[in-house]
């Protein structure tokens, strides 16, 4: 039986990468890691930390916290809320489908638009809680 978190992570990168609007932003192939690139080319986005906990009621389910970050250096906010708004239309009540798990639901939390300290950088961090159940 695959991870579900790992086949959550492949099913979100694969709609993102999928989002024409995003790859407008992102190029193609899209600059869209599971890590901080060491050199990045911005803009980008980043598919972040997820928690994950027991679904009670469920057999086998599983809640994830995932978060997805995009970067901008762009002079203002203008892009970085472009981001916000595809990444979350592209994500909320999506039916992903999962190696070895069904999707349950996929929905949009909140969101946080910052500047990073360099003063350059800005930020947003979508979160998104989804629930998994394995396959029978």
């Known amino acids: 039986m695959s991870d579900a978190s790992l086949a959550l992570q492949q099913a979100v990168y694969d ?14 192939p899209p600059r869209l890691y599971d890590h901080h690139p060491q050199e990045p080319i911005f803009p980008y986005v980043v598919i972040g930390e997820v928690r ?16 997805v970050h995009a970067f901008s250096l762009y002079g203002g906010q203008r892009e970085v ?20 798990h069904s999707l ?6 909140f969101g946080d638009i910052l500047r990073l300290r360099d003063g350059e950088t800005w930020q947003a961090v979508l979160r998104f809680r989804a629930v998994t159940q394995p396959l029978v």
Do not use: C, M, W
């Open 81 to 100: 809320k472009e981001f916000h708004g595809l990444i979350r239309e592209g994500l909320h009540d999506r039916a992903l489908t999962l190696t070895g």
């Open 104 to 109: 349950i639901n996929l929905r949009f939390v």
């Open 15 to 28: 709609a993102l990468a999928q989002s024409q609007p995003l790859q407008n932003l992102i190029g193609s």
């Open 52 to 67: 994950v906990s027991d679904y009670p009621g469920l057999a086998g389910g599983l809640e994830h916290d995932l978060r």
